[in-house]
C-alpha cells in the first residue's frame, strides 16, 4: 500500500509543478508519501463516492486505489484529494477552460471553488453505485 501511496504522492507533485503551478502565488506544498497513506487510513480504505473498498492492486479497476481533487480548479493540496476508486477518477478540464489568459490565483481564492467542475457530479455517482449494486456495472 505504501509504494502506491508513493506513486500516487509523485504524479501529483509532478502534476502540480508541471499544470498548475503556473496559476498560483504560492508555492504549491509538496506531497508525501506518508501523507496519502494518511488519507487513505483516514477514508477507511473506501471510495468516497461509494462503498467501494480501494487496494493498491486488484484485476477490477474498480476496487484500484486512486486520487482525485474535491475542487478540479485548485491544484492536489491535502485540504483538495479525495481517495477514489481508479474506475469512478475522471479526467476534468475545469482548470483549463477556467484558468486560461495568465491571470495568477491564490490557493485560497473563492473563485476557485465557486465553479463546480465538468467531471462527475452527484447523478453519475448515483448511477454508477446503483449499477455496481445490480450487478450490471458497464462502460458508457
Known amino acids: 500500500m505504501l509504494q502506491k501511496c508513493e506513486i500516487l504522492a509523485n504524479v501529483m507533485n509532478r502534476r502540480n509543478e508541471n499544470h498548475f503551478q503556473q496559476d498560483f502565488f504560492e508555492e504549491i506544498p509538496h506531497i508525501s508519501k506518508e501523507q496519502v497513506m ?8 473506501m471510495c468516497a463516492y461509494g ?9 477490477n479497476q474498480a476496487f484500484v ?5 474535491e475542487y478540479p480548479m485548485l491544484p492536489y493540496i491535502l485540504e483538495n484529494i479525495l481517495i477514489v476508486s481508479s474506475i469512478l477518477n475522471t479526467f476534468d478540464n475545469t482548470r483549463l477552460y ?5 491571470k495568477k490565483y491564490s ?3 473563492p473563485f476557485l471553488k465557486s465553479h ?3 467531471g462527475w457530479n452527484r447523478q453519475i455517482v448515483d448511477d454508477t453505485r446503483e449499477r455496481y449494486a ?3 456495472m458497464v462502460s458508457q
Not at 462503498?51 to 484485476?59: G, L, S, W
Not at 477556467?98 to 495568465?102: D, K, L, S, V
Request: charged share 20%.
Open 38 to 45: 494518511q488519507l487513505v487510513r483516514k477514508a477507511n480504505y
Open 98 to 102: 477556467q484558468m486560461e489568459g495568465g
Open 134 to 136: 445490480s450487478g450490471r
Open 65 to 69: 486505489l486512486s486520487v482525485e481533487r
Open 107 to 109: 490557493l485560497h481564492d
Open 116 to 118: 463546480p467542475g465538468q
Open 51 to 59: 462503498t467501494i473498498t480501494v487496494v493498491p492492486k486488484h484485476a
